[in-house]
């Protein structure tokens, strides 16, 4: 999953934010940034800023909103899983019991058609699951198109050029970093943020193993469930 710093990265600070060399900056720091007087004072005009985005979205009651809803969706598909692989290692039960009073012919059509279900549903319920993670990645998003205004606003207040990445700074005066700053302003003006669509995959009921529907979504490689882990390896078709 991409960082916020990275997205940042991606698509700028509304034309304020730079990467800048650590080189670059200390001539800068030397030619324009923020005098300090004997006693430790900066002087107001401070031209370079610097900011932790992850820590400041981590940090935000808009993040802790997202914690608590993920927190739930995820508990709540965990017990789906759990459910379905319950009741198809029952039906796996079940038709093996029955494989002495059938056919070889029957129990393989059976077994076979079992095996395709059981897929599909895997399927499904991990479509599930990178849906959650896409939500994530759509409230960081929001998160980010709604900030960037008040970063705006705070450079402008500060009489500030521009604005970098705290983590390019070796040695630098604490009161250049906003983040502390932009949090109170975030958690001020944008509160716990406006929750984001629930992707549809996450909205419509869990397929249900007695009637055989299943999505045919793509697998994604992240998530933990039950399916996934193989509880439930196709039937031998063997005699």
């Given at each position: 999953m991409m960082s916020l710093r990275h997205r940042v990265g991606l698509i700028g600070l509304a034309g304020l934010t730079a990467l800048v060399s650590v080189p670059a900056l200390a001539q800068t720091a030397a030619q324009n940034g923020p005098?300090?007087?004997?006693?430790?004072a900066v002087s107001a005009n401070m031209p370079i800023l610097t900011l932790d985005w992850d820590e400041l979205y981590q940090s935000s009651e808009w993040a802790r909103r997202v914690k608590q809803q993920l927190a739930r969706e995820t508990a709540s598909l965990g017990s789906e899983n759990k459910r379905i692989a319950d009741d198809l290692v029952s039906e796996e039960k079940s038709l093996t019991q029955r494989r002495a009073s059938m056919t070889p012919q029957a129990f393989q059509k059976a077994a076979a058609e079992f095996d395709k279900k059981a897929t599909g549903i895997r399927a499904a319920q991990k479509a599930k699951a990178e849906a959650l993670a896409h939500q994530v990645e759509a409230e960081q998003q929001a998160f980010l198109k709604a900030a960037l205004p008040l970063l705006d606003d705070l450079l402008r207040e500060k009489g500030a050029q521009i604005v970098i990445d705290r983590r390019v700074i070796i040695r630098g005066l604490s009161q250049i970093d906003v983040t502390d700053d932009m949090r109170d302003i975030v958690d001020a003006k944008l509160g716990s943020g406006i929750p984001q669509p629930v992707p549809e995959e996450l909205g419509g009921t869990a397929p249900d193993p007695a009637s055989g529907a299943a999505s045919e979504a793509t697998a994604?490689?992240?998530g933990a469930?039950?399916?996934e882990q193989g509880e439930m390896p196709p039937l031998s078709t063997a005699p």
């Open positions: 005098s300090a007087t004997r006693d430790g994604p490689k992240d469930d039950l399916l």
